[in-house]
């Protein structure tokens, strides 16, 4: 036991005749530094990456689904799942003032219809029937198209609950 005492005596001494505080101080703040920026290189992730199997479409998904065609952009819980509508906010939440839109094709008349898509926020999130359809999505310098934001961030609660899809108008062919 006496050896072992002895030569982390010595080690230790002479890690003190060979640096100052001042240098060992700097050391561990650049192993810091370092090890907080490592997650912000850029790694390939390549490797996990699966090819995307095209989801066959039913035309009679109902506004429970997230195959419904009024969802082509949709990102978040189906309020038509957690106590509201597939346009109107459950009881106890209130929709965001601010909204992202899509673009999406009813198969049913082959037409267009311009959808917007509002979240509705004042209560925990609601867990049901998650929903993430990027169909026609911007990326994020058009945040107007994009669905990846808390839109409940405009509202007094911005807790979000669940997000609904409302038609604001038809394409003319």
């Known amino acids: 036991m006496r050896s072992l005492d002895q030569l982390f005596e010595h080690s230790s001494r002479a890690l003190a ?3 100052s505080r001042r240098s060992l101080l700097a050391g561990l703040g650049q192993i ?9 290189l850029p790694i390939d992730r390549a490797g996990r990456a699966q090819a995307a199997e095209p989801k066959p479409k039913s035309q009679t998904a109902g506004p429970e689904s997230c195959e419904y065609w009024k969802y082509c952009a949709i990102d978040g819980f189906l309020c038509s799942c957690c106590g509201g509508t597939s346009a109107s906010c459950p009881p106890g939440t209130t929709p965001s003032p601010i909204t992202w839109i899509g673009t999406c094709q009813n198969p049913g008349d ?3 219809y311009i959808v917007s898509y ?5 209560k925990t999130s609601c867990g049901n029937c998650d929903c ?7 990326p994020m310098y058009r945040p107007s198209r994009n669905n990846d934001l808390n839109w409940c961030m405009a509202n007094a609660d911005s807790n ?3 997000s609904v899809s409302v038609i604001l108008g038809v394409s003319e062919k």
């Open 17 to 19: 005749r060979r640096t």
């Open 32 to 40: 810091l530094t370092g090890s907080a920026l490592l997650p912000l």
């Open 110 to 112: 082959g037409r267009d």
């Open 118 to 122: 509002n979240d509705c926020c004042g």
């Open 132 to 138: 993430n359809r990027n169909e026609r999505e911007k």
């Open 160 to 162: 979000y609950h669940c």
